[in-house]
């Protein structure tokens, strides 16, 4: 239902600082200036559909993403529908059930490495660096993590 064109374009979340989530997306290519969109989002299938409490707002006052707190998705999977109107009439609906291990419509930024301890011996020209890995909204395994190190001489 709803006109071609008006549905939402280029939908991304990110989750950052762990439970932070951000999702964005462009209003349609047919969208006009009195276009709203609402987004609804179920982060478990045992959680209610809930609408966004904090929508982030382009030029025209139109719904261009939604801020949330307290994020939690444990069984990685997640659903979200952006459905609207326009002068009374309906728009194209967005809908998406998101599979976190696969899908890279979610993204997440994640904090530094925890604990960094550095112990350097001059007799050896040796360093040894130990660190704990971020906290992560979803990933368990410490081995999903790949690390880059770099080092400078000052």
């Known amino acids: 239902a709803g006109m071609n064109g008006t549905a939402i374009e280029n939908f991304v979340c990110v989750i950052f600082n762990v439970s932070f989530m951000n999702c964005t997306w462009h209003v349609g290519r047919t969208a006009t200036e009195d276009t709203q969109y609402f987004l ?61 291990i696969s899908d890279y419509i979610i993204v997440e930024k994640l904090t530094p490495p925890l604990n960094v301890t550095v112990n350097c011996t001059e007799a050896s020209h040796r360093c040894s660096i130990w660190w704990q890995p971020p906290h992560t909204s979803h990933v368990k395994k410490s081995s999903c993590f790949k690390y880059e190190i770099v080092i400078e001489n000052k």
């Open 40 to 100: 609804y989002w179920r982060p478990s299938r045992k959680e209610d559909v809930t609408e966004c409490q904090n929508y982030i707002k382009d030029n025209c006052g139109r719904h261009t993403g939604c801020r949330f707190q307290n994020v939690t998705i444990e069984n990685k999977n997640a659903y979200f529908l952006v459905n609207g109107s326009r002068s009374g009439q309906n728009i194209q609906s967005y809908e998406k059930k998101i599979l976190l």
